[in-house]
Every structure is written in C-alpha cells, then in structure tokens.
Nanobody, 121 residues
Framework: QVQLVESGGGLVQAGGSLRLSCAAS????????MGWYRQAPGKQRELVAS???????NYADSVKGRFTISRDNAKNTVSLQMNSLKPEDTAVYYC???????????????WGQGTLVTVSS
C-alpha cells in the first residue's frame, strides 16, 4: 500500500508563514503529479498547487505569489511554503499524489489524511 503522511500545519497569525510537507511511502516505482488541496468549512475541496515529476507547477489564482510548491523526486516528498497567509487560507490541507505507479500495469491516486492550517486575523 502507498501512504501519504503530512506535517507542518498549525496556527499562525495573518501575514505569517507555514511550511507543509508530505512524504509518500510504500512500493512506489514513480509518481507523476503531487500536489496540495484544501477544504474550508462548508466549501468544496479545491486545488492549491501541484507539481509534476518534471517540475511543472500549477497554482490557484488565490495563492499565486504567496505559496511555493517544491518536490524531491528521489525521496517522494512534496512541500508547500506558504507566505503572507490570510484568514481565508484557513482550511484542512490535503496532500495528493496522482498516477502513483506501483507496477508496470497499475497506478493509484492517493490522498493524505489532511493537516489543519488556521490563520488568525
């Protein structure tokens, strides 16, 4: 089985910074895309940022210029540096891995358990 374990959430004041990290473990051959999603109370889960194995990134408009996603392919880890945090960034943040290849013929999509980020005003 493949698991994603997140760390780094917490409480921070508006304008502050946090860094989220996510590590994938298991019998992994390769991972295509890794990313972060978030879900605020009463809202749908939304993409925050993603990065492919070749380093191509994609960001939600609401976080462009404030958040930076990075990845270590050798370690199967992905991180999200969040700066200039706003109260509206408050949400549970989920790590996601797409096209996790575990054999020649099988790949998976995997989600982490989520980590809470709370930004106070």
């Amino acid at each position: 089985q493949v698991q994603l374990v997140e760390s780094g959430g917490g409480l921070v004041q508006a304008g502050g910074s946090l860094r989220l990290s996510c590590a994938a473990s298991g019998s992994i051959i390769s991972i295509n895309a890794m990313g972060w999603y978030r879900q605020a109370p009463g809202k749908q889960r939304e993409l925050v940022a993603s990065i492919t194995s070749s380093g191509s990134t994609n960001y939600a408009d609401s976080v462009k210029g404030r958040f930076t996603i990075s990845r270590d392919n050798a370690k199967n880890t992905v991180s999200l540096q969040m700066n200039s945090l706003k109260p509206e960034d408050t949400a549970v943040y989920y790590c996601n891995a797409k096209d996790v290849r575990i054999s020649v013929v099988r790949s998976l999509e995997v989600w982490g358990q989520g980590t809470l980020v709370t930004v106070s005003s």
